[in-house]
């Protein structure tokens, strides 16, 4: 099935609009372009292109794309899957995850579980902490938001600027 002038499919958790659009019955996929809308009660997510799986519910993104998640996490990709039953998702390209507060990760390939409020990144991670006013580097980073706090391996780095001079550890 095709549309070329706008349309829509909807599934239990999510609703899906775009101005062009395919769906393949055997495969369940169906992919989209132009101005693509996924709205769900937590989040919404605007792409350029998607393809998503009516199935597993599993979204590719292939596009330049932001989520949004209640007002309270932006997430920019324009490469990775997000899995819109569980809320975990893998970014790549370096995407960038940014809260509330003003913190941000920022990571070749980003793992994110939006539930358990839980990350992890891969190569050049760049994680700032603007409460704390600090920048936590390396080519891993693991993150936990409920417990505020994140480690970094690998070439860990971490920069506190919090005071007149910067400390570099």
Aim: charge should be neutral; proline fraction near 1%; aromatic fraction near 12%.
């Amino acid at each position: 099935a095709y549309y070329y002038t706008g349309g829509k499919i909807v599934d239990p958790q999510n609703t899906l609009k775009s101005v062009w659009g395919q769906y393949n019955t055997i495969t369940n996929d169906a992919i989209f372009r132009n101005n693509v809308i996924l709205t769900n009660k937590n989040y919404v997510m605007n792409s350029d292109t998607l393809i998503y799986n009516t199935n597993s519910s599993f979204a590719n993104i292939v596009g330049p794309t932001k989520i949004v998640y209640q007002n309270e996490t932006d997430i920019l990709s324009n490469k990775g899957w997000y899995n819109t039953k569980a809320e975990q998702m893998m970014l790549l390209n370096r995407s960038i995850i940014k809260h509330k507060n003003g913190n941000t990760i920022t990571g070749d390939t980003v793992f994110y579980d939006k539930i358990k409020k839980q990350g992890e990144a891969f190569m050049n991670v760049i994680m700032v902490d603007s409460t704390q006013k600090s920048t936590l580097t390396g080519n891993y980073v693991f993150y936990d938001e409920i417990a505020d706090a994140g480690f970094a391996t690998d070439s860990a780095m971490l920069l506190d600027w919090s005071s007149k001079d910067s400390m570099w550890v």
